[in-house]
């Protein structure tokens, strides 16, 4: 009997405890012999995750980069699940995943739910233009054709801006570099670009100016964990520490202006 009871202990505690593991983080080990974290994120999101059918399938992004580098400092091995935008927090109030990265915005009804990052990536959208062209405001938009990056969170706000003026038609370019180009050549009047991104083309030409769509709309990119996530602090510090290397500026210039290339 005595054997019996310790067999059953020893059965209830192993079932306690995965219950309380929070992941392949908590219990697993990779190939190589580090811990796995697991992420989670929705890929349909460009350019800061989305999955490359053109060539392996593989889910890439700004995001995608940021936690690879990030994991791969902490000594973890990233494993990366990918699911429905809207079920995100619930997977981490579940325990299914570790953090998410999906380009998520914290505001007070997922403040109460989940702990955040410091922002990783701010931007405005800016409508560029040349000079000589006079689009100052969103009226001066209307019978004019905009120019955006395909499958870009600007495309959305070109289509947007569609419905609120007249005649505006939208031209849509895989690259950065190719929008600029029709601006100079006049294929296009104007484009809807990140300031993160337009700020370096401004600098090389004087003949190329801006506005921000909306000043106030500025939204901040963030982590997300469970709550009294010990991860928080140690994201945090890697994320400073990107910051003032240059790393996380060459990663906004791979995908928002490069199309995912590193130079």
């Known amino acids: ?6 067999i059953l ?6 079932a306690v405890l995965s219950a309380c593991g929070s992941s392949e983080a908590a219990n697993g080990e990779g190939e190589n012999g580090k811990k796995t974290i ?3 994120t929705s890929a349909d999101y460009k350019p800061f995750e989305f999955i490359d059918t053109a060539n392996s399938d593989e889910i890439v992004g700004f995001d995608i980069d940021i936690a690879k580098h990030i994991t791969d400092e902490l000594g973890y091995e990233l494993k990366i699940e990918n699911m429905d935008f809207s079920g995100l927090i619930a997977a981490l109030n579940s325990n299914k995943v570790d953090f998410v990265f999906a380009g998520m915005s914290p505001n007070e009804k997922r403040e109460k739910q989940v702990d955040f990052s410091d922002i990783y990536y701010e ?9 000589d062209a006079s689009i100052k405001e969103l009226g001066d938009l209307e019978g004019k054709k905009i120019g955006v990056q395909l499958g870009s969170i600007q495309e959305d706000k070109a289509k947007e801006l569609q419905e609120e003026y007249d005649g505006i038609e939208v031209i849509q370019r895989d690259l950065i570099p190719q929008l600029v180009e029709e601006l100079k050549t006049g294929r296009i009047d104007a484009a809807i670009i990140e300031d993160s991104v337009t700020s370096g083309y401004l600098e090389k030409n004087e003949k190329l100016t801006q506005f921000i769509m909306d ?15 010990e991860l928080v ?4 510090k890697e994320i400073e520490k ?8 060459e990663l906004i210039k791979k995908w928002f202006e490069n199309g995912g290339k590193s130079e």
Do not use: Q, R, W, Y
């Open 215 to 229: 000043p106030n709309a500025s939204k901040g990119s963030a982590a997300a964990f469970p709550e009294d996530s």
């Open 1 to 6: 009997m005595k054997k019996l009871a310790l």
């Open 242 to 249: 990107m910051k003032e290397s240059g790393k996380m500026d």
């Open 233 to 236: 602090e140690e994201f945090n």
């Open 38 to 40: 697991v992420m989670g």
């Open 123 to 131: 931007a405005h959208n800016a409508v560029i233009s040349m000079e």
């Open 9 to 14: 202990s020893i059965v209830a505690t192993m």
